[in-house]
């Protein structure tokens, strides 16, 4: 959780930690706190709490990622740490337009250019359309040990069904609104998990006993929920 003072405190993801320790972020100018995260100076002070909540299990053998947008920055952060066991890795990425498709020289660096599968929507770059479309053709042809995603809710809820649909384990780093990240106001409440406790990474186990509000229903700053467009 980062704290802008005199303006609000946010979550964030870890992009990468440093030797010396040093934690990046990556962030999204979307309102108020991110505009004026994106307005401090070096040495201008901030707050950080945490980290909070789980991680993602780290697998062997093959694995796929999915990432949509800003979603995108924790499986960076997954990614390189299981580069460095050797895993083997295929990395379909998302955005709307070339300029949102996040650090992807860096991936392509990592991973290798033809282990990452670029979308955008406009179809500025790569793949034109979402990046849920190229996934099911990637299933039918290859095995996959695990599929992590993070991105809008929509697009992880269609990866979700896909490997409900081909029998492989998944698990996805969801996004809510957040206040306390202590499991105590409620404000990312999906079914009867908390995502800041419970979460934000959910296994295809937790995620089925969610159904009825996972890729649906959010809640807003009143707690009332809302329908996730
Ligand atoms: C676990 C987690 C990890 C996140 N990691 C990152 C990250 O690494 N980088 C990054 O840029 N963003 C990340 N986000 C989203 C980020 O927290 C929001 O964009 C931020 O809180 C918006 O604050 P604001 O005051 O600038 O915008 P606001 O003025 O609060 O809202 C502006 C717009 O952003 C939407 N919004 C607000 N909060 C969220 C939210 N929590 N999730 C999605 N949309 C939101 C609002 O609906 C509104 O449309 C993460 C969110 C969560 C829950
Ligand atoms: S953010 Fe308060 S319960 Fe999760």
């Known amino acids: 959780m980062l704290w802008i003072p005199g303006v609000d405190e946010i979550p964030l993801s870890i992009l990468d930690v440093k030797e010396n320790s040093a934690v990046s972020v990556a962030v999204k100018r979307v309102g108020e706190a991110t505009e004026a995260l994106h307005k401090k100076k070096a040495r201008e002070i901030i707050g950080v709490r945490g ?3 789980n991680s993602f299990t780290l697998k062997r053998g093959r ?9 995108n920055i924790p499986l960076f952060f997954l990614a390189k740490t299981l580069v460095k066991e050797k895993v083997k890795i295929t990395f379909v990425t ?4 070339r300029e949102e498709l996040l650090f ?6 990592q991973l290798g250019r033809e282990n990452v599968l670029a979308a955008t929507e406009d179809g500025s770059y790569g793949f034109k359309g979402l990046a849920t479309q190229p996934l099911e053709a990637l299933l039918m042809r290859e ?3 695990m599929v992590y995603a993070c991105g809008p809710e929509q697009m992880v809820q269609k990866v979700f069904n896909l490997t409900e649909k081909y029998g492989i384990s998944f698990e996805a780093s969801l996004e809510r ?10 404000s990312c409440v999906i079914g009867k998990y908390r995502v800041c406790r419970d979460g934000p990474v959910f296994t295809a186990e937790k995620l089925s006993t969610v159904k009825g509000e996972f890729g649906v229903f959010k809640r807003d700053l009143d707690g009332k929920k809302i329908p996730i467009e």
Do not use: H, N, Q, S
């Not at 694995?63 to 979603?71: A, E, K, W």
């Not at 998302?94 to 337009?97: D, P």
């Not at 992807?104 to 660096?109: D, R």
């Open 94 to 97: 998302g955005a709307k337009a």
């Open 104 to 109: 992807l020289e860096e991936l392509y660096a």
């Open 51 to 53: 980290p909070f909540g």
């Open 63 to 71: 694995v796929l990622m999915v990432g949509g947008g800003t979603g």
């Open 177 to 186: 609104l957040m206040r306390c990240a202590i499991g105590l106001c409620g």
């Open 143 to 145: 095995k996959f040990d």
